[in-house]
């Protein structure tokens, strides 16, 4: 990914990015990667967390979805 990619997805999405667009990035559904996180699922695991009581929201962090994407260390 280059860096105007990547400055622009940083500076759209700060934190988080919705599911649809990291989905996107990522190359599976949404729905894939809703159950890989809520699995436990590496490298989805590290880029994501289910929020919520039951668990029922995920959000991406944009900052580690961006390191896996450009194959950074996520530890």
Known sequence: MDKTTI???LTQYP????LK???KILGV???QLTA????????YCKIGANV?????YT???TSRLLKYVCGEDLQ
């Open 21 to 23: 667009e990291a989905s």
């Open 59 to 61: 959000r991406i962090y």
């Open 15 to 18: 934190n988080w990015m919705p």
């Open 52 to 56: 919520g009581l039951k668990q029922n």
């Open 7 to 9: 400055d622009a997805l």
């Open 29 to 31: 559904s949404p729905r």
């Open 36 to 43: 890989l996180i809520a699995a436990g699922r590496e490298p």
